[in-house]
T-cell receptor
Framework: GAVVSQHPSRVICKSGTSVKIECRSL??????MFWYRQFPKQSLMLMAT?????????EQGVEKDKFLINHASLTLSTLTVTSAHPEDSSFYIC?????????????FGPGTRLTVL | GEDVEQSLFLSVREGDSSVINCTYT??????LYWYKQEPGAGLQLLTY?????DMKQDQRLTVLLNKKDKHLSLRIADTQTGDSAIYFC?????????????FGSGTRLSIRP
């Protein structure tokens, strides 16, 4: 099946610094990538949807200047958490989909655990 | 808006069947899904059902959809210790054209010997 990787898997940073998380589709071209945030023992919250070569669409309540998304190619999307604060600590998961099948199956990455000190 | 609800916990004995239930509010949902998440990992799509279907079976998994009651269930036959995980019910809203998925809160399935 399709594989999506995320890097890094775990990151610890100081408050005020920026952190970049990469999401890659390894064996398929992803027309759309999604970024989710998951709090402990809670569901996934969709943060934004990104299409290659265009600006990301952010969900209501998600600060676009805080969470910068770049979908530079059909296999790579990045999420940068700018000026991170402890409340940004969370599990960030990306998913990727390619157009074609019904439904457009989302393939999920393994997640990145961010801890902001 | 759309909403997907599940019970938070389920405990079953090894070898028994597990039934995880889900209710949703969007009557125009096109697809409904069950995802599995093991500790510290991403999500794995287990199965999905199109909204005009009543039932789908795939090996040990049976999905039942009652569209009138907006109720979805996942039955796992002969539950094994490897089935311990969080199971998320999810739907694609009828208005969505971008594969957007709305997730429930997840049901933590634990297996007792």
């Amino acid at each position: 099946g399709a594989v999506v990787s995320q890097h890094p898997s775990r990151v610890i940073c100081k408050s005020g610094t920026s952190v970049k998380i990469e999401c890659r589709s390894l064996d398929f071209q992803a027309t759309t990538m999604f970024w989710y945030r998951q709090f402990p023992k809670q569901s996934l919250m969709l943060m934004a949807t990104s299409n290659e070569g265009s600006k990301a669409t952010y969900e209501q309540g998600v600060e676009k200047d805080k969470f910068l998304i770049n979908h530079a190619s059909l296999t790579l999307s990045t999420l940068t958490v700018t000026s991170a604060h402890p409340e940004d600590s969370s599990f960030y998961i990306c998913s990727a989909t390619s157009s074609g099948g019904a439904p457009d199956t989302q393939y999920f990455g393994p997640g990145t655990r961010l801890t902001v000190l | 808006g759309e909403d997907v609800e599940q019970s938070l916990f389920l405990s079953v004995r090894e070898g028994d069947s597990s039934v995880i239930n889900c209710t949703y509010t969007d009557s125009s949902s096109t697809y409904l899904y069950w995802y599995k998440q093991e500790p510290g990992a991403g999500l794995q799509l287990l199965t999905y059902i199109f909204s005009n279907m009543d039932m789908k079976q795939d090996q040990r998994l049976t999905v039942l959809l009652n569209k009138k009651d907006k109720h979805l269930s996942l039955r796992i036959a002969d539950t094994q210790t490897g089935d311990s995980a969080i199971y998320f019910c999810a739907e694609t809203p009828g208005y969505s054209s971008a594969s957007k998925i709305i997730f429930g809160s997840g049901t933590r399935l634990s297996i007792r010997p």
